[in-house]
């Protein structure tokens, strides 16, 4: 766990670096925040299980690539895409795969762009690749999946098919002002020019 840990922070200075210097350069900070987390022990036994792979550590590092997670909130849709893109040209990260569910959302409605990315960690005797997972939000993206993820675990309710047909559509409206919101901006943007 400490190695993904390391991991972790690989990732998390290389993303403030990236942030300072939109800051400097176009006087504007691209990231909202950032979360990380390592899994819980009980989640990776129940993902193992789930998907049928033996319990051990060599098991846990072939086989899941989401053990460190790093969830980067923005404040755009474009910004996602940007930083995305500038992370992945940089020459000790290699982008195992992309699941881009901003532009296919899943049925529920989630939206964000998921990388796997593997990037070294310099130990006293070796370097070793680590894979994290990285997601990248917009604020509203965020919200709506911490709320979902939230009511997820309530799971007696009389009228599911409601529920989750409530959701979808705020995920629609929330995309909108997503959308919108990037307009504004860009229209301000130009009169500064
Ligand atoms: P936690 O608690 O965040 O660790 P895979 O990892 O590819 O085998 P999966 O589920 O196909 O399995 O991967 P995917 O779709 O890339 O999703 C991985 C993570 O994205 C999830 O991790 C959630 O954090 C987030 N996520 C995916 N779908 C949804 C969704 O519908 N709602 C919300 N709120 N979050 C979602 P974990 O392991 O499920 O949970």
């Known amino acids: 766990m400490m190695h993904?840990?390391?991991?972790?922070?690989?990732?998390?200075?290389?993303?403030?670096?990236?942030?300072?210097?939109?800051?400097?350069?176009?006087?504007?900070?691209?990231?909202?925040?950032?979360?990380?987390?390592?899994?819980k022990p009980l989640s990776i036994i129940n993902k193992l299980k789930?998907?049928?792979?033996?319990?051990?550590?060599e098991s846990i590092e072939q086989n899941l690539s989401d053990i460190a997670g790093v969830r980067v909130?923005?404040?755009?849709?474009?910004?996602?895409?940007?930083?995305?893109?500038?992370?992945?040209?940089?020459?000790?990260?290699?982008?195992?795969?992309?699941?881009?569910?901003?532009?296919?959302?899943?049925?529920?409605?989630?939206?964000?762009?998921?990388?796997?990315?593997?990037?070294?960690?310099f130990l006293s005797h070796k370097k070793k690749p680590m894979r994290v997972e990285i997601q990248f939000r917009t604020i509203a993206m965020d919200f709506w999946a911490s709320l979902e993820h939230t009511l997820k675990y309530?799971?007696?309710?009389d009228n599911p098919e409601d529920i989750a047909e409530m959701l979808s559509s705020c995920a629609e409206t929330i995309n909108d002002v997503d959308v919108k919101m990037l307009e504004i901006r860009n229209m301000i943007n130009k009169l500064e020019i």
């Open 4 to 39: 993904y840990r390391c991991a972790i922070q690989e990732v998390e200075t290389k993303l403030n670096v990236l942030n300072n210097e939109y800051s400097l350069v176009y006087n504007r900070n691209p990231i909202e925040s950032i979360k990380t987390r390592i899994k």
């Open 50 to 57: 789930k998907k049928g792979f033996p319990l051990t550590i």
């Open 73 to 121: 909130v923005c404040s755009f849709q474009d910004d996602i895409y940007k930083l995305a893109e500038i992370l992945a040209k940089q020459d000790d990260i290699t982008v195992l795969e992309v699941k881009d569910y901003i532009q296919n959302p899943k049925p529920n409605g989630y939206r964000s762009l998921h990388l796997i990315i593997e990037i070294p960690i």
């Open 154 to 157: 309530k799971k007696q309710v």
